[in-house]
Structure formats: C-alpha cells, structure tokens
C-alpha cells in the first residue's frame, strides 16, 4: 500500500496509491460511484466503477457522509476538478460507517452549525477557512523571525488591566483577584528593553458584551514591540508587515481562496501605500467637509444607497422570473431545481442588501453627526475606508478616548501618537499600535486619572526609570485579518472555537 495524501497526487500520475479519509460528498449511478473524498490535505473525486473493483461494488453503498473509508487507485489528471487530478478506484475499505450525518449540503441556519462546531470544522468552507489561518499564523512568524525580532510568551494571568478596565474578566487567583490578559503590551516592554525587538503571539480576552461581527471575547494578537521605534517607524514596520503576510497567504492559499470565492485584487490592495490620515482630518473626512480624490462622504453613502435600492428591484425582478419557471408546468426537472436553487441564493442577496438599505441611513446619520473627540464606530471605520479602498492608517488621536500608556504628541498634550490600522471593504480596525510614553510623572498622573492602582504598576514604571528609551509597538488582531483575508461576514468563522458573549460550547 502506497499512502498518500490528495496534495501530492500531483507526483503520483499513472500510479497506484491509496488515499485514506473521509466521504465529504458521493452520487451513484448504474454501476459507478462518485466519491468525494476528503483528507485534510485536500478534496479528491474517487471514480469507483463496478468492473473496476476488486471488491462486491454494493459495499460502496454503505460509504454514507462522512464514513472514513481508504481507496486504493490509479491516479488521473483532470483539469475539471479542483486540485486537479482523480483517482480511478482498483479497491477500497471502509473504515467506520458513520450514522447519519447531521449536516447536509443543504443550507443550515448559522446557530445549528455553531452548535456542530465540532463537526462543520469539517465542511469544506471552514477547512479552507483554517488552512489560510495556518498560513497566516506562519507569515507572522516567518516576518518577525526573519527580521530578528524574539518570540516571547506573556502571561494570561495578569495582575493589572492595560487597556481600560470595562472589559475585563475576573478570576478567583487563590483569594486574590486575577485578570486574563487583554494585552501582552506591558510585558513585551519589559522584554524589548532587555531583547530590543521582541513580539508576542497568544490569546488575549475582553468580556464584550457587544454582538457585533467584529467581536470575540477570546482572540488571538500579535504585539511586536520595538525599543528605540517612534509612531513613523511603527507606522512603517505595520504596512511592511500587513504587506508581506498577506502577499505570502495570498500565494501559499491559493485553493484555499478560490474555494472562498475571494476576490484576490481586492487583498492586493496591500501593496499600495497605506495613506496616512490623522484623526483631525479623518473626521473631516467623515462628516463630508474635506474630499478623498473628489468623493464626499455623505454623497458617496447616498449614492450607496440609491444603487442598493436599484438592484433590490432587479434581483427580486429576477426571483420572480425565475419561481415561475419552477411553478410552470413545462420545464424539465433539472431546470426547475437549477432555478430553486438559483431562488434560494438570490433571496439570501436580497436579504444582504436589504440590510445595507437599512444601514446606510444610519450610517450616514453616524457620519454626519459624528462629534470631534469621540472614537470611530464601527460604520465611520466602513466609511472611511469605502473611500480609499485600501489599507488606512489614521494616527493622532484625541488622548481622551486612547490607552493611558500612549505618548503625547508633542506641543499638543490633547493627542496621543496611535495608530489604527482600517482594512477595507467594511471590515475596519485590524492593528492598533502606538509610541508609548515614556514621561515617568505623566504615566503616574495617568494611572491615578484612570482609578488604576499605582503600585500594580510599579514595575511597569521601572520601565521608565531605569534606562527609559522611546519605544513602540502594535496589536494586530488574528481573527480579525483572517475575517478580511477570507472575507467572512462574521468574525467567528475565523476561529476553530469561537467564544463570543453568546457562546462558550462546544
Ligand atoms: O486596539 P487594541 O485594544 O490594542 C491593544 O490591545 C494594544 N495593547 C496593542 C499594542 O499596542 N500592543 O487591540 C489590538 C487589536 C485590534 O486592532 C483588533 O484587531 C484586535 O486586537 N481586537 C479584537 N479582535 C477580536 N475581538 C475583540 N474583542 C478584539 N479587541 C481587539
Ligand atoms: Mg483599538
């Protein structure tokens, strides 16, 4: 026996070899079974022919979804199929005959799939989903390893908040009050003045109330941290970054992409240079005052919103058309389902776009009533970006809404160099970074305005007092670039385990 899996078929042309996996999909006609199979690697089309096959081809009919079965065959090159080739079955073993299968290639609401996680893990969305996860992790590690940064592992019990104290989750730490991490920052300074250039990778936790898409309670971050940086070279070190993961997940998840049906130009907008706005002129921005290459705001979103308005009327034109086809009384049964299923899809767009008619008011209202010194939402973020459709980086911003550890901008103590990073295409924040302040009696005026405890802080102002140095640094959210990457509606897709305030099983 000559196991292999389905991604290297592609060195086994002619060949006999046997793939070990899982029934993803199977039809049967007179004396032939289709089998999709599925192995992690890959998916592959088993062709199992009656007069092909050593054993009783009846045993075939067993392979219901998801049995494990191992197929032994010649492999075939075949460009229709996705990977590109297809095995011609000379004998086959089931494995595990798996009971009836709860999901089905029909459509199924989001909260029973949720309730399967275990189980849609499977399905072939979500294993494209975490294959380009798997990559993107690897790009992280790959850039800072080649730019001599030091991995360092922060710890999840933490003693002090970093990043205001609302979304906190308590624990009992034997009787004394225990936070997990919402940040491995304060940690990774410590170890950028003893390391240089150091990043973190692990999971971070806010207890976010909030039902948003863009939301988890559990996620993963990377925080490099760089000592001797200011917010320019932050600046720098996150576009060269955002610019060289995707580009490497871009070429490694190629399959992966198509299966998603991504639109890959719109990720190569990282090649373009990040446009860098301060937060004064992205509100202006926003409220339609100052134009991006001739386009206002407020006319761009009413102009949004007359189109989506238009092609609500043509599409449920079309759902019209096309359910009479499938009442008529003439056409074949094939054209009927191909045309109950084209219904189904256009009524989930007219859904989607029903939404976006709902929203874009709000939106606009959002935009044009947005108060100068309050923090972007998440629609001015959709906003904002819509005008640029690129990366953004809006920087300088109002000290009040910001972190207590960030460094005041020179001559106007009211600012604080930050830095948020908005993806496109509505997807908004996925970094936030800043230059941190390095004004021992500042920081402390900031922890006691804050109601933090001082002497938790004590050796984080250390920091500060033995061989101070300007520093920066970033969090760049996990999920929330897999969510664009792969351009998911919903940031839980992007985790194998999502925990968001809804759902902590399975
Ligand atoms: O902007 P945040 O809160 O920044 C920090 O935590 C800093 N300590 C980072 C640093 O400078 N070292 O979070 C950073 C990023 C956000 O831009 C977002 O991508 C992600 O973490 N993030 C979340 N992702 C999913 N669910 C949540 N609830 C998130 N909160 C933040
Ligand atoms: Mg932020």
Known sequence: MNWIYINEMSKYVGQTVTLKGWVANRRESKGIAFV?????????????????????????????????????????????????????????????????????????????????????????????????????????????QQKDFSLMDSPIFTGSAAEGTTDLFKTDYFGQEAYLAQTGQLYGEAMAMAQGKIYTFGPTFRAEKSKTRRHLTEFWMVEPEMAFYDLDMDMDLIEEMLRAVVNEVIDRCKTELEILGRDIEALKSVNQKFPRISYDEAVEMLTGKKEVNGVNAIQMLGNDLKTTQEEIIKVNAEIEEREAIVNDNVSKKGIKNFNRNRVAQLKAQVKELEEDARNIPQWIKSAENFEHGSDLGGSDETVLTRLFGCPIMVYNW??????????????????????????????????????RETDLEFLIEQIQEENLNQEDYEWYLDLRRFGSVPHAGFGLGLERLITWICKLKHIREASPFPRTSQRLKP
């Open 36 to 144: 999709n199979l599925r192995d992690g690697s890959g998916f592959c089309q088993c062709v199992i022919a009656e007069d092909k096959v050593s054993e009783t081809f009846d045993l075939s009919k067993s392979m219901s979804l998801e049995s494990s079965v191992s197929i032994s065959g010649e492999v075939l090159k075949d460009e229709k199929q996705l990977g590109g080739y297809e095995l011609q079955a000379s004998s086959f073993e089931i494995i595990d005959v798996a009971e009836d299968y709860p999901i089905t290639p029909k459509e199924h609401g989001v909260d029973f799939l949720l309730e399967r996680r275990h189980l849609w893990l499977r399905s072939k969305r979500q294993w494209a989903i975490m294959k380009v996860r798997n990559a993107t992790i690897y790009a992280i590690h790959n850039f800072f």
């Open 398 to 435: 109002p000290r009040k809404i910001k972190a207590f550890y960030m460094k005041r901008v020179e001559g106007n103590f009211d600012y604080v160099k930050g830095v948020d990073v908005l993806a496109p295409e509505g997807y908004g924040e996925i970094v936030g970074g800043s230059e």
